[in-house]
Nanobody
């Protein structure tokens, strides 16, 4: 059974840091692009960061210089280090895995983890 399970969310004060983890099971992430997304109340889900199977990264402008995405294929996991958090970062954070093979697209989602930035 394919699963992505996020962890590491919680309540943090402005300026603080959190490290999110996403553990995959039922498949191997090494051939997948892994991403973190977030959805704030009343807003659409947005992409935050992506790391390709080759290790290349891309970030939304709102988190550049503050967030770092990384992957550990040996542990079948992806991480999001979040620094200098501000209240606008409050959202449910989701990880996803995606690949396209011979025109067939596969995409999996986790259930999300809540991040709340508040004093």
């Amino acid at each position: 059974q394919v699963q992505l399970v996020e962890s590491g969310g919680g309540l943090v004060q402005p300026g603080g840091s959190l490290r999110l983890s996403c553990a995959a099971s039922g498949f191997t992430i090494s051939n997948y692009a892994m991403s973190w997304h977030r959805q704030a109340p009343g807003k659409e889900r947005e992409s935050v960061a992506v790391i390709s199977s080759a290790g290349g990264t891309n970030y939304d402008d709102s988190v550049k210089g503050r967030f770092t995405i990384s992957r550990d294929n040996a542990k079948n996991a992806v991480y999001l280090q979040m620094n200098s958090l501000n209240p606008e970062d409050t959202a449910v954070y989701y990880c996803s895995a995606e690949r396209t093979v011979v025109g067939l697209r596969s995409k999996y989602w986790g259930q999300g983890t809540q991040v709340t930035v508040s004093s």
